[in-house]
T-cell receptor
């Protein structure tokens, strides 16, 4: 069974440029998460989807970040414009449902460097 | 709010040494507790979990016991191997209806032959 797929794995951009990350969750997983992981820190939740609905986006900086999950499968996270402080690893995870007992499966992440 | 504190690394051990990585938490209600592991170049993987007080999670020789009285979930392994070299994250979810995973900062373990 394929795991969570993310692309690209690495991205280097100039500040003020836009960038987008793509995530394909495990087949059948209704819940999808985007996390931000700064260097030397644990992941922090940005947004959680139940199917195509964003049910928790309270920690998403909405002035520059946006996300979508059309058709409740793949998801895209966008930053526009990117700032130097956005350099981090962006992780996508999925689970069968949003229950605390359902294991979250993580993708390998996209490492973003903003110059 | 919820928070997780785990011992800072890096931790360097010789092969077959005993491992303990301390983890304590603050949460409202009764959270579930997890240890995730991140091998170099890979995504986070669930190592073990415990969903209620006094539960012991175990996997691949690692163990952790949910201690409500001390709000702790320390990770232990009796004999580490070089292949255990990775970053280990303690995390919690639930408690007061929250499904969000809250992670500690991670502890990097290096095991030398």
């Amino acid at each position: 069974e394929a795991g969570v797929v993310q692309s690209p794995r690495y991205k280097i951009i100039e500040k003020k440029q836009p960038v987008a990350f793509w995530c394909n969750p495990i087949s059948g997983h209704n819940t999808l998460y985007w996390y931000l992981q700064n260097l030397g820190q644990g992941p922090e939740l940005l947004i959680r989807y139940e199917n195509e609905e964003a049910v928790d986006d309270s920690q998403l900086p909405k002035d520059r970040f946006s996300a979508e999950r059309l058709k409740g499968v793949d998801s895209t996270l966008k930053i526009q414009p990117a700032e130097l402080g956005d350099s981090a690893v962006y992780l996508c995870a999925s689970s069968l449902s949003g229950s605390e007992y359902n294991e979250q499966f993580f993708g390998p992440g996209t490492r973003l460097t903003v110059l | 709010g919820n928070s997780v504190t785990q011992m800072e690394g890096p931790v360097t051990l010789s092969e077959e040494a005993f491992l303990t990585i301390n983890c304590t938490y603050t949460a409202t209600g009764y959270p579930s507790l997890f240890w995730y592991v991140q091998y170099p170049g890979e995504g986070l993987q669930l190592l073990l979990k415990a969903t209620k007080a006094d539960d012991k999670g175990s996997n691949k020789g690692f163990e952790a016991t949910y201690r409500k009285e001390t709000t702790s979930f320390h990770l232990e392994k009796g004999s580490v191997q070089v292949s255990d070299s990775a970053v280990y994250f303690c995390a919690l979810s639930g408690g007061a209806g929250s499904y969000q995973l809250t992670f500690g900062k991670g502890t990097k373990l290096s095991v030398i032959p």
